[in-house]
Nanobody
Framework: QVQLVESGGGLVQAGGSLRLSCAAS????????MGWFRQAPGKERDFVSH????????RYADSMKGRVTISRDNAKKTVYLQMNSLKPEDTAVYYC??????????????WGQGTQVTVSS
């Protein structure tokens, strides 16, 4: 069983930056594909980014490429999402997700509770 707790969301002006963190509990964190999704009001939950268990396998949604960087610290059981040049359309609840093994985050095994990111214009 893995529990995920996100932090780092908040209110920021357009063009600003935020770093989201996702702290995991449980065993074998290093064997999980980790990543982020987001859900804006009235919209479906969309993929943002993932990072493989060993680190080099990263992927980003086209809408955020060049503005976000995902990283992980397996010793701290934490995954990060650095977001820069934020836009009002980035406003959403951001969810951390984990999937045991595999090479993608399709159908994650675990979800966090979400952290709100609000970008003002």
């Amino acid at each position: 069983q893995v529990q995920l707790v996100e932090s780092g969301g908040g209110l920021v002006q357009a063009g600003g930056s935020l770093r989201l963190s996702c702290a995991a509990s449980g065993r074998n964190f290093g064997l999980y594909m980790m990543g982020w999704f987001r859900q804006a009001p009235g919209k479906e939950r969309d993929f943002v980014s993932h990072i493989g268990w060993s680190g080099p396998n990263t992927r980003y949604a086209d809408s955020m490429k060049g503005r976000v960087t995902i990283s992980r610290d397996n010793a701290k059981k934490t995954v990060y999402l650095q977001m820069n040049s934020l836009k009002p359309e980035d406003t959403a609840v951001y969810y951390c997700a984990a999937k045991y093994g595999g090479t993608s985050l399709v159908n994650p095994d675990y979800w966090g509770q979400g952290t709100q990111v609000t970008v003002s214009s």
